[in-house]
């Protein structure tokens, strides 16, 4: 069965999007940070609303992603930076609300919504990229992004808790259309 290739921010789309969060505002504060995890991580939209801090280690970048699609957990890392883009939010958000369980909250401590989320995703993507992204966006972008370069396409399904290899292929062919694109703009030698 064929599939749609999926699309992708490239490096310039991912650094304006982030650029476009007024920090000044609790909301925006808590939206640029969970928009940066999801291109540090792949996340599914449900496995970020669900991702409490007791699964998120923040001496380490350890997070456990727990009943994530079919059931599975999972375990991914996150770099230096994107931790303490964290360990400022946790600091953030326990000053603002106090002390709630999940990672990304309501300002009443709750768990967000999907559909406020997609709604953050489609007001901030419009305004830096004039165009609407969703979270699965992010999602292909960083899978993308991860075998770029790695090149192991093992790494990628197990970094997005995939069960089956032939989802994760899409990600191959991305990258095809680059080789073919860039091949056929490339110089001819002629005599």
Not at 78 to 96: A, F, G, Y
Request: charged share 30%; with cysteine.
């Amino acid at each position: 069965m064929a599939r749609k290739i999926p699309e992708v921010l490239d490096i310039d789309e991912q650094e304006m999007l982030l650029q476009v969060f007024n920090k000044r505002y609790f909301n925006s504060r808590r939206n640029k940070c969970m928009v940066q995890l999801f291109l540090n991580t792949g996340l599914r939209l449900s496995e970020m609303l669900d991702l409490k801090w007791e699964n998120v280690n923040l001496m380490t970048g350890q997070l456990k992603v727990v009943d994530g699609k079919g059931g599975n957990d999972r375990i991914l890392w996150v770099n230096e930076v994107m931790l303490q883009e964290l360990c400022n939010w946790r600091e953030d958000q326990s000053e603002n609300i106090g002390k709630s369980e999940y990672v990304f909250s309501t300002r009443e401590g709750r768990r967000l919504k999907d559909r406020d989320v997609r709604g953050v995703l489609y007001k901030y993507s419009e305004k830096a990229l004039n165009k609407r992204i969703s979270p699965h966006t992010l999602r292909h972008t960083y899978a993308t992004d991860l075998y770029r370069q790695t090149k192991d396409i093992r790494l990628v399904q197990k970094a997005l808790g995939h069960a089956d290899l032939s989802t994760t292929m899409i990600y191959t062919h991305i990258v095809d259309d680059e080789l073919e694109n860039a091949l056929k703009s490339f110089r001819t030698v002629t005599n």
